[in-house]
């Protein structure tokens, strides 16, 4: 029983850490399932549906694996069926994308470290 109770205590200070490290964003991650020059549609895993508004000042990153950080991108890149991570701010009803992070379909977005 004790067992249970450290592993909830600690559960929810590392997700309630994570939360705080990330301020008002909130993340979108799944595959784009529609692309339009001012909004995205992600399916998420649960299997919702979530629209995400984007901006001016987004970021685009093509995560390739070949370098840790990514290569810049821009918006007409992205493409249905690719698996997406979103920083989004947000705003009423809406979700304002700051930062869009993708892969090539059938890709992990975040590259997984080599292992040796």
């Known amino acids: 029983m004790r067992i ?4 909830a205590i600690m559960l929810v200070l590392v997700f ?3 939360a705080f ?3 008002d964003k909130v993340h979108v991650m799944g595959l784009l399932e529609k692309v ?4 995205v549609s992600v ?3 649960d299997g919702k549906s979530v629209e995400v508004k984007l901006a001016a000042t987004t ?3 093509f995560r390739d694996g070949k370098t840790k950080d990514g290569t810049p991108a821009k918006v007409t890149d992205l ?8 920083h989004a701010t947000p705003k009423g009803n809406d979700l304002i994308a700051a930062e869009v992070k993708f892969a ?4 992990p977005a975040t590259p997984k470290p080599a292992t040796h």
């Open 79 to 86: 493409a249905v069926g690719q698996r997406v991570i979103i």
């Open 16 to 18: 309630g850490a994570g």
């Open 4 to 7: 249970r109770a450290a592993v």
């Open 59 to 61: 970021v685009y990153i």
């Open 36 to 39: 339009s020059a001012d909004s």
């Open 43 to 45: 399916k998420t895993a």
């Open 21 to 23: 490290a990330h301020g």
């Open 104 to 107: 090539a379909a059938g890709a």
